[in-house]
């Protein structure tokens, strides 16, 4: 089974088939008598950097595999019940999807089901179609929200992504996609509260009901408010770019004719 963009799942093809589901499953039956519900639990690996994409392989108790590229770091959501020293080559495949060499790796076992979105998989069918399966019933969009993802929508995740339009910088979260403004380094830094109050004003005019903040951002300007912004909004159509040009033109607008009057 395999759903998601054509490129990734191209390179997604050399990682799967260097699975060996034996090794595997050598070191999650070492634990097999400490966990509760066996069947639920996985062996999960992930390489990637903390602000990018990650490549990801999953292999179960019968030795299923499914591997994939998530938009975060998995154990951000599926924290790891024991840390395995396990590792398989992943480093040139990262490096030809996004350019850059991974310099976080991660393995461990953890319990079903995966919590964090998958933007391309591909898997034995029993084991991903299952999954994806109950996430429906759920109403749930994790790994399934990579049947929303084609190459033209991956295109524009990855363009997205730590990129900077005006006063914003953009991050890529499982929640949404978080534009946080910062201040303009010309403004005098006495002035960073009128601003930020600004900016709570203009956010106020726009309806998004994500919710998610950044904490490890790097910034020598003050951020002044963070906006998150729905996946199903971007799915349907919704200009970051433009909303981004709008929102930093309009605070600038707004604040230069406040200067004026006092």
Do not use: W
């Amino acid at each position: 089974m395999s759903l998601g963009p054509s490129e990734v799942l191209n390179q997604l093809k050399n990682v799967f088939e260097r699975i060996d589901a034996k090794e595997f499953l050598s070191h999650m039956e070492a634990f097999k008598e400490k966990l509760d519900q066996y069947h639920r639990h996985v062996v999960l690996l992930s390489t990637g950097n903390p602000d990018s994409f990650h490549l990801f392989v999953a292999v179960d108790h019968l030795g299923r595999r499914t591997v994939g590229v998530s938009i975060v770091s998995p154990f951000e959501k599926n924290l790891p019940i024991y840390s395995l020293q396990l590792r398989v080559k992943l480093d040139d495949v990262y490096e030809k999807l996004f350019s850059t060499q991974p310099n976080f790796h991660r393995c461990g076992i953890v319990r079903l089901p995966l919590n964090f979105k998958m933007i391309g998989g591909l898997g034995d069918e029993d084991f991903l179609a299952k999954e994806i399966f109950k996430e429906k019933v759920y109403g749930e969009r994790k790994l399934s929200f990579a049947e929303f993802v084609n190459d033209s929508i991956y295109k524009r995740l990855v363009s997205l992504n730590n990129s900077s339009i005006d006063l914003m910088t953009i991050r890529l979260l499982d929640e949404g996609i978080l534009c946080l403004l910062k201040a303009p380094n010309e403004v005098d830094r006495s002035h960073v509260p009128l601003l930020a109050e600004m900016a709570q004003l203009f956010k106020s005019k726009y309806k998004f009901a994500c919710e998610a903040k950044y904490k490890s951002i790097t910034s020598t300007s003050p951020i002044l408010t963070s906006v998150c912004i729905e996946y199903d909004k971007f799915l349907a159509g919704f200009d970051v770019q433009a909303f981004c040009r709008e929102f930093s033109r309009n605070l600038i607008q707004a604040y230069e004719c406040v200067m004026r009057v006092i």
